[in-house]
């Protein structure tokens, strides 16, 4: 875990870090998001730590600094990011970039090499879709997809020249959830690392460290900074030698995030606990509100008895996330009224905001994945993602509701007219 100490780092003992480290576990999750690795800054007594804006540093004599020399490098803004994280997550080791699928790069850059084998789940994100097939496939990376409920299937997958096991869960956009200490377990039986990205989920209701994992992955742009403001990722490992590598690409590739963006993340982070307790909330009421509409032919959300992996959910997670998505029962012309009317519901990719978003991951976060592929992998043209924000439930599930209303006014009058010139002609 890296030291906090905005005059540079000094040593300590092995004794006082894991004095530290053990107070750390003893505070509830909300009092991390707020106390872990965050002391008042000691110049000033600054409650709220400074965005260290610089891209260099004075150095006492040539080689020797004051634990920062550049800050691609080091920062003290990211470093006391990457600390509360680690913390968070329960680990020592974090690393921070200037997005999601900068930090999956690192992952990647670091573990697979040309013949290497990466097994994922058929339901990911499209830019992890996008960046193993067409960034890592064409230079000899192998992709497998697997429905990860089929543990056969999976079994069969993961051979002796498998390096990475993926893991979403739940999962982008269809918030489908696998057993992750099971597909742990197998995964390291054959010698492969497992990765995990806990965007959806969070620490707050998900520890993929606790359930065997490797190395976790975020993208910090969604719940972790939460205020829909910044592009942000993060990789993170309990062991040292698992983490070097990265680390190590963070700084020789350069994708690291500005300060600033790393100061609005830890003003994000003290309210999480607060934010996904609202968003899950309102999740709950929505997916409930429209589980049996007729125009909705299926929701996906955790929480509901009805999803498949509603009890391996409620074995590995303390709440269920704040995503909701359900399959309309409509046209494709409906889907795209539908989802360009809502009051509530901003059209827009990314989630996790405190202001509600609706995407169509067919046309939006999903395009780069071919018709066909699509289809073979699952992904509706009728499927709508939504992340709830902070707003009062009882106004999103009104607006959702309205606008199912709408087209249903839509349809009777189009009928209607139909019989109107039948009738002429």
């Known amino acids: ?215 976790v992955v975020h993208s910090v742009t969604k719940y972790l900074a939460g205020h829909s403001d910044l592009i942000q990722g993060a990789a993170l490992a309990k062991d040292p030698a698992i983490f070097e590598p990265i680390k190590f690409l963070q700084n020789a590739t350069g994708a690291v995030p500005a300060p600033f963006d790393c100061w609005l993340t830890l003003r994000g982070l003290k309210t999480l606990e607060l934010r996904m307790q609202r968003h899950e909330e309102n999740a709950a009421a929505i997916a409930k509100a429209l589980e049996h509409h007729p125009l909705v032919s299926r929701v996906y959300f955790p929480g509901l008895a009805s999803h498949p992996g509603h009890d391996i959910a409620r074995k590995q997670m303390t709440g269920f996330g704040g995503m909701v998505s359900l399959e309309l029962n409509g046209s494709f012309e409906e889907v795209v009224a539908f989802a360009s009317s809502r009051r509530f519901f901003t059209l827009g990719e990314s989630l996790g905001g405190v202001k509600a978003l609706l995407c169509h991951p067919a046309t939006m976060t999903h395009a780069s994945i071919p018709p066909g592929a699509r289809a073979e992998l699952g992904l509706s043209d009728n499927l709508i993602r939504l992340s709830p924000g902070c707003e009062n439930a009882e106004d999103l599930v009104e607006d959702l509701l309205e606008g199912f209303s709408n087209l249903e006014s839509a349809r009777e009058a189009s009928e209607k007219g139909r019989k109107v010139v039948t009738a002429r002609a």
């Open 1 to 215: 875990m890296a030291k906090d100490n905005f005059s540079g780092p000094k040593s300590i003992s092995e004794n006082s870090r894991d004095s530290v480290i053990e107070r750390s576990k003893k505070m509830k999750f909300a009092t991390k998001t707020i106390h872990a690795a965050q002391p008042s800054e000691p110049e000033t007594g600054s409650l709220i730590a400074p965005i260290f804006q610089t891209s260099t540093y004075e150095q006492e004599s040539p080689g020797q600094d004051k634990g920062f020399n550049y800050s691609r490098t080091n920062n003290p803004s990211r470093q006391r990011l990457e600390s509360v994280l680690a913390e968070l997550e329960g680990v020592q080791h974090a690393a921070v970039f200037a997005s999601g699928l900068a930090a999956e790069n690192a992952v990647f850059q670091a573990y697979l090499r040309p013949g290497d084998e990466i097994v994922l789940p058929t339901d990911v994100y499209g830019g992890t879709y996008r960046i193993l097939n067409k960034v890592f496939q064409p230079i000899g990376i192998v992709v497998r997809q697997i429905d990860f409920s089929d543990a056969s299937a999976l079994d069969a997958a993961i051979t002796s020249r498998t390096k990475l096991v993926w893991i979403e869960s739940p999962t982008n956009p269809r918030l489908l959830v696998y057993d992750i200490a099971a597909i742990s377990r197998l995964a390291h039986t054959r010698g492969a690392f497992v990765v995990v990205d806990n965007t959806f989920a969070t620490p707050c209701f998900q520890q993929p460290f606790e359930l065997g994992v490797d190395i």
